[in-house]
């Protein structure tokens, strides 16, 4: 079941709006199929794997990192798919949310006189498709919040110089969680600052670009921007926007081929970190990738919908006079305070403990 969970993470930020799923089919303790979802979220991994083993898949046993679907959506049934081969027992690391399936599957492959096991790995599973999980259950995407700071927590001088903070390996790594989200957001600040392109740059990965969000409640980016020039041809560009945003704008960017998605306003008359989570979520969106300027770290912190902080910190002091990287939380006794705990196997890496 690890080996499949290997499998379905090399997937993560390929899939969406899909779950990423490794299965591998093992007979007398040898693998006969490997098989993950594929880019785009079809194929599924099982009949991959199933094709890959042809008629030795008879009598084998499917190790599958989440339950197999039971529904008739743009692929036929897995449930049907490895019935008909034959196999003998099929273990699952945990079940599918997904209302169309939700205990379907094992229900139907139990019926079919296979033996089915739920719950080998389960935690595991459920950590590695948090996102497709969270956009199920919760209606908004997991997300990702990345900070690049001195030791200090400061993201810039107080004269505003921040290029470059932390080193090669960091930012190499920044890429690497690019390509493993589904989407990347940002706000106007950041995008008119520094006209950024968001794509991950990394040997081997060139290309594997997450969709890039800019919040932009009234429609400021420049039809210039790289994010709107390189919107057909390097990645998807969307924007979210306030309901009653420009419409004259939002058709040019729409001509530019830039996806515009409004929001109405929050009673302040401001974008609603929530209600942009609502609609990524209802574009597909499963893993969101937070990596603006304070002005939305703070926002999305305070919001509550930061699952998780990748924190690179560089050995450096800027001093108080430099910009922090969260703002203001509204923390008055250190019990309000946001608390992390370190997850994964990287030292980077925290999850917000709620
Ligand atoms: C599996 N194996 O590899 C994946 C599954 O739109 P469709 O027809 O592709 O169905 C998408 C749903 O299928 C998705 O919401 C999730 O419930 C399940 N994903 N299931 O058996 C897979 N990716
Ligand atoms: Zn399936």
């Known amino acids: 079941m690890q080996a499949?969970?290997?499998?379905?993470?090399?997937?993560l930020g390929r899939v969406w709006p899909n779950p990423s799923v490794g299965c591998i089919l093992v007979k007398d303790g040898v693998v006969l199929g490997r098989g993950v979802t594929a880019?785009?979220?079809?194929?599924?991994?099982?009949?991959?794997?199933?094709?890959?083993?042809?008629?030795?898949?008879?009598?084998?046993?499917?190790?599958?990192?989440?339950?197999?679907?039971?529904?008739?959506?743009?692929?036929?049934?897995c449930s049907e798919a490895l019935i008909a081969a034959g196999?003998?027992?099929?273990?699952?690391?945990?079940?599918?949310?997904?209302?169309?399936?939700?205990?379907?599957?094992?229900?139907?492959?139990?019926?079919?006189g296979i033996q089915v096991d739920v719950g080998l790995c389960a935690m595991d599973a459920m950590a590695v498709n948090a996102g497709f999980f969270s956009r199920i259950l919760k209606g908004r995407p997991g997300v990702t919040l990345k900070l690049a700071t001195s030791l200090d927590g400061r993201v810039a001088t107080a004269t505003g110089h921040s290029q470059w903070i932390t080193g090669p390996d960091s930012r190499a790594r920044?890429?690497?969680?690019?390509?493993?989200?589904?989407?990347?957001?940002?706000?106007?600040?950041?995008?008119?600052?520094?006209?950024?392109?968001?794509?991950?740059?990394?040997?081997?990965?060139?290309?594997?670009?997450?969709?890039?969000?800019?919040?932009?409640?009234?429609?400021?980016?420049?039809?210039?921007?790289?994010?709107?020039?390189?919107a057909a041809t390097i990645a998807p560009t969307w924007v979210v926007t306030?309901?009653?945003a420009d419409s004259a704008k939002a058709a040019a960017l729409d001509a530019a081929a830039v996806?515009?998605?409004?929001?109405?306003?929050?009673?302040?008359?401001?974008?609603?970190?929530?209600?942009?989570?609502?609609?990524?979520?209802?574009?597909?969106?499963?893993?969101?990738?937070?990596?603006?300027?304070?002005?939305?770290?703070?926002?999305?912190l305070k919001a509550g919908v930061?699952?998780?902080?990748?924190?690179?910190?560089?050995?450096?002091?800027?001093?108080?006079?430099?910009?922090?990287?969260?703002?203001?939380?509204?923390?008055?006794?250190?019990?309000?305070?946001?608390r992390l705990s370190p997850a994964g196997d990287v030292l980077n890496s925290h999850q917000i403990l709620r």
């Not at 949310?97 to 379907?104: A, C, F, I, N, T």
């Not at 924190?311 to 305070?337: C, E, K, T």
């Open 39 to 77: 880019p785009g979220g079809r194929p599924h991994g099982e009949p991959q794997a199933l094709a890959q083993a042809g008629e030795a898949a008879r009598g084998a046993t499917v190790y599958v990192s989440l339950e197999p679907c039971n529904h008739h959506g743009k692929t036929p049934p």
């Open 174 to 230: 920044g890429h690497l969680l690019r390509a493993h989200h589904d989407a990347i957001l940002i706000g106007i600040g950041t995008a008119l600052a520094d006209d950024p392109e968001l794509t991950c740059r990394l040997p081997g990965l060139a290309g594997a670009n997450p969709v890039r969000v800019v919040l932009d409640s009234h429609l400021r980016l420049p039809l210039t921007a790289k994010l709107v020039r390189g």
């Open 87 to 112: 196999v003998a027992r099929i273990v699952v690391a945990c079940e599918d949310p997904d209302p169309r399936v939700s205990g379907g599957g094992i229900r139907r492959l139990r019926e079919a």
């Open 4 to 11: 499949a969970l290997r499998l379905a993470r090399r997937h």
């Open 306 to 338: 930061v699952d998780q902080v990748e924190w690179f910190r560089a050995p450096l002091l800027i001093g108080g006079d430099g910009l922090p990287a969260v703002g203001h939380l509204d923390v008055d006794l250190l019990a309000q305070a946001l």
């Open 259 to 300: 996806r515009v998605l409004r929001v109405d306003a929050d009673k302040d008359g401001r974008l609603p970190v929530q209600g942009a989570l609502t609609a990524l979520a209802g574009q597909g969106i499963t893993r969101l990738l937070v990596e603006g300027g304070p002005t939305v770290a703070t926002a999305f």
């Open 242 to 244: 306030l309901t009653g």
